[in-house]
């Protein structure tokens, strides 16, 4: 079995924390019995993988189940993916769908190594990503990439909004994070969706663990009709003290 010692690029929690997710669950798809031992370094992650796949086929995992996801919401409007990708200036849900099935074919096509693009702790440095100009090659990150900024960020009022761009291997394997280990709560609205998101932090643990992890987060994802109580008045959308209750709920106890 072949030994990596990986870090996380440096993009911050939450987007370093769905990397080292969507890498995680990547790797385990493509060799279950790989030992994996992760732990978090400072707002960075260490992940010590031991594995017989080859890296070629990790990256496949993950540009095979963004392919999929991506498909299920074209053909259905439904599913985890289609709620979570937000309304963008300019861009709806369809072609947003279509970015990320590029960047899924992209990462495949250029052949791109996980062991050797996150040996050092510097890929985001190099490759440039963050708050620059677009690269070519590079999108913008359409996911929360701070838990209090999005994929813009103004630097004063009079400024632009300055684009979030990242390489196609950190974007691939961010939302197969997202997608596999995170748990979603869309509240339906009236003339909108909000969607409220929980992810595990793996501080430390092995595979047993993330595996136990993927299954309580990945697997819970709910649509939840914003309504009144007993049909009076208007309904509440669930506070976000109440999103850890509802990722260890299920069935019927979402809907009293």
Known sequence: ??????????????????????????????????????????????????????????????????????EYANLTNSGKLWHVLLPQPRQTRSQQARSLRLVADTVEEQGVNPRDEYSR?????????????????????????????????????????IAYVTCPLCTCLAWTGLLAATATIAVREERSVRVLYAAPDPISGGEVDLALLLTIFGEKSELLERRGYRGEGEGQCPSLLAVPLLVLASGETLYP
């Open 121 to 161: 702790p510097d890929h985001a440095l190099l490759r440039r990503e963050g708050r620059f100009s677009r690269r070519k090659g590079y999108g913008v990150a359409y996911l929360q990439v701070a838990p209090w900024a999005g994929k813009y960020i103004a630097e004063s009022y009079s400024s632009r909004p």
């Open 1 to 70: 079995m072949e030994r990596a010692d990986l870090i996380t690029p440096g993009h911050s929690p939450p987007l370093d924390t769905l990397i080292a997710l969507g890498l995680s669950v990547s790797v385990l798809n493509a060799d279950p019995e790989a030992e994996i031992r992760i732990g978090k370094e400072g707002n960075r992650y260490r992940v010590h993988v031991q594995t017989s796949a080859d890296w070629l086929e990790v990256v496949h995992n993950a540009s095979e189940m963004l392919r999929l996801e991506v």
